[in-house]
């Protein structure tokens, strides 16, 4: 079982940055693919950035590739998503997600069955 509480959230003018946390709970021990989602009202939900826990390569969205970066701090049990250059288009609920898998990390939301309950990044123009 995998638990992930997210935090962050906040509302930012353009061109501003945020960072979200998630923290992972898992009780029991193997590789996850974690990553950042986003839905924003009437949209689907899109992958942002993903990477495995046991290894250090990212993935990335192409709206967000050089803006965003994701990070995990072992330690802490924590995933960072560092936001930068924020756009107005960047507004959405941001999710925290997980799942147990061998294989490489993907951006496809359907394959993620542990989800955080969502931080709110609103960026104004």
């Known amino acids: 079982q995998v638990q992930l509480v997210e935090s962050g959230g906040d509302s930012v003018q353009a061109g501003g940055s945020l960072r979200l946390s998630c923290v992972v709970s898992d009780s029991t021990t193997g590789r996850l693919c974690m990553g950042w989602f986003r839905q924003a009202p009437g949209k689907e939900r899109e992958g942002v950035a993903v990477k495995a826990s046991t290894a250090s390569a990212t993935y990335y969205a192409d709206s967000v590739r050089d803006r965003f970066t994701i990070s995990q701090d072992q330690v802490k049990n924590t995933l960072y998503l560092q936001m930068n250059s924020l756009k107005p288009e960047d507004t959405a609920m941001y999710y925290c997600?997980?799942?147990?898998?061998?294989?490489?990390?993907?951006?496809?939301?359907?394959?993620?069955?542990?989800w955080g309950q969502g931080t709110q990044v609103t960026v104004s123009s």
């Open positions: 997600a997980a799942y147990r898998t061998g294989y490489v990390c993907g951006l496809d939301h359907s394959e993620y069955n542990y």
